[in-house]
Each structure stands twice: as C-alpha cells, then as structure tokens.
C-alpha cells in the first residue's frame, strides 16, 4: 500500500558527503514515522536515524553530529544529509515508513560506498 523510492546514494571520498531522498507515495497516513537504516555486508539492519510526525528526531550514536535527518515540505518525504562520511558509513540505506495503523514499509535502498 505503501510505496518508498530512495535516491542519492553514491560514491565519495571519506570526509565528503552525500544527501539520501525517500519519497513516499501510496496509502500515506498523516501520523507516521519515517527513519533511514543502513546493512553493511554481512551486519545486521541498523538504525541511523528517524523522525516521527510530530518532528521528534533520534539518531544512532555513531551519526550523531555527522547525519541530519529532515522533513520536506510535504510530510512524505524525508532525507538524510550525511556530511563528514567515513569508509564504516559504508552500506546499502534503507528508507522506512511506519504507521501505528498499519504494517512497516521498505525501500529497494541506496548504495553508499565511501573510499579512504
């Protein structure tokens, strides 16, 4: 019901950065969360960020003061600036949509690849 396409990702140099788009389309509710994980080969999913509806934002430790988290305009959009990127950023970005009414939602996800 609920479709998300990420974009964005690429190749930089460590210290570069990098902006994640997730646009979100389909059977959107107004009160939703929105978050960005990212999977390294052979790690688990982990959490890098997410922002709820009423703006309320966490982070992974390892981003924090490196990653920002954002709204567009319309609520179904978010991104994911990433300054500051090191070679463990490394990894396929997944965009989430969550909604107390309804199951989570996933990206295809975005590669980001930072050389040293």
């Known amino acids: 019901q609920v479709q998300l396409v990420e974009s964005g990702g690429g190749l930089v140099q460590s210290g570069g950065s990098l902006r994640l788009s997730c646009a979100a389309s389909?059977?959107?509710?107004?009160?939703?969360?929105m978050g960005w994980y990212r999977q390294a080969p052979g790690k688990q999913r982990e959490l890098v960020a997410t922002?709820?509806?009423?703006?309320?934002?966490n982070y992974a430790d390892a981003v924090k003061g490196r990653f920002t988290i954002s709204r567009g305009d319309a609520k179904n959009t978010v991104y994911l600036q990433m300054d500051s990127l090191k070679p463990e950023d490394t990894a396929v970005y997944y965009c989430?949509?969550?909604?107390?009414?309804?199951?989570?939602?996933w990206g295809q996800g975005t590669q980001v690849t930072v050389s040293s």
């Open positions: 989430k949509y969550s909604s107390i009414y309804t199951r989570d939602y």
């Open positions: 389909g059977r959107i509710f107004s009160n939703n969360a």
């Open positions: 922002i709820g509806s009423g703006g309320r934002i």
